[in-house]
T-cell receptor, first 113, second 110 residues
Framework: DTEVTQTPKHLVMGMTNKKSLKCEQHMGHRAMYWYKQKAKKPPELMFVYSYEKLSINESVPSRFSPECPNSSLLNLHLHALQPEDSALYLC????????????FGQGTRLTVV | GESVGLHLPTLSVQEGDNSIINCAYSNSASDYFIWYKQESGKGPQFIIDIRSNMDKRQGQRVTVLLNKTVKHLSLQIAATQPGDSAVYFCAEPGGGKLIFGQGTELSVKP
């Protein structure tokens, strides 16, 4: 199983809403990532978890709050987002921190209204 | 700043022709590169990778070439098909991060 599963596929939320994005992998990978991707742009790294601990935060605003409940799950909690936060949010996982390929989920298309 | 970049944002080829997508990098210590394919509305999909102890690696219809002298790598797709239409990214993992180039959008004309 080389699949990273993200839910929901699409999400529309108001600026006062609280929502969560979910990501799951069962490959035994110990590194998990959140990326944000705007149209016609490459994915931009947001957060990296290694062995369930947050290891990299790319200066992401606090309205995005990541959580790693266990080695297979990764959440991204959203609160008080802005319309410019509308994007494709991608989750990925890899065997570890070192140089191996990362596997990506299909993403959550987020629209903030 | 980014350590990888792409020469062209778009590439249009005729079905059946070969496609070549280029990528440059700046860090001479870089030793591992990955090519990803991203179809519309989907996440990036691993295509092929190459480590710096190799100059060339072949997969199914794809070949990656690495020229460490000029810090350049390329992805060659043989007999390009409509299903190859996508954005192609080179990427470099390191320091816990995976850094993407800007991407090349490949369009295949029937």
């Amino acid at each position: 199983d080389t699949e990273v599963t993200q839910t929901p596929k699409h999400l529309v939320m108001g600026m006062t809403n609280k929502k969560s994005l979910k990501c799951e992998q069962h490959m035994g990978h110990r590194a998990m990532y959140w990326y944000k991707q705007k149209a016609k742009k490459p994915p931009e790294l947001m957060f990296v978890y290694s062995y369930e601990k947050l290891s990299i935060n790319e200066s992401v605003p606090s309205r995005f709050s990541p959580e790693c409940p266990n080695s297979s799950l990764l959440n991204l909690h959203l609160h008080a987002l802005q319309p410019e936060d509308s994007a494709l949010y991608l989750c990925a996982s890899s065997q570890g921190f070192s140089k191996t390929e990362a596997f990506f989920g299909q993403g959550t298309r987020l629209t903030v209204v | 700043g980014e350590s990888v970049g792409l020469h062209l944002p778009t590439l249009s080829v005729q079905e059946g022709d070969n496609s070549i997508i280029n990528c440059a990098y700046s860090n001479s210590a870089s030793d591992y590169f990955i090519w990803y394919k991203q179809e519309s509305g989907k996440g990036p999909q691993f295509i092929i990778d190459i480590r710096s102890n190799m100059d060339k690696r072949q997969g199914q219809r794809v070949t990656v070439l690495l020229n460490k002298t000029v810090k350049h790598l390329s992805l060659q797709i043989a007999a390009t098909q409509p299903g190859d239409s996508a954005v192609y990214f080179c990427a470099e993992p390191g320091g816990g991060k995976l850094i993407f180039g800007q991407g090349t959008e490949l369009s295949v004309k029937p």
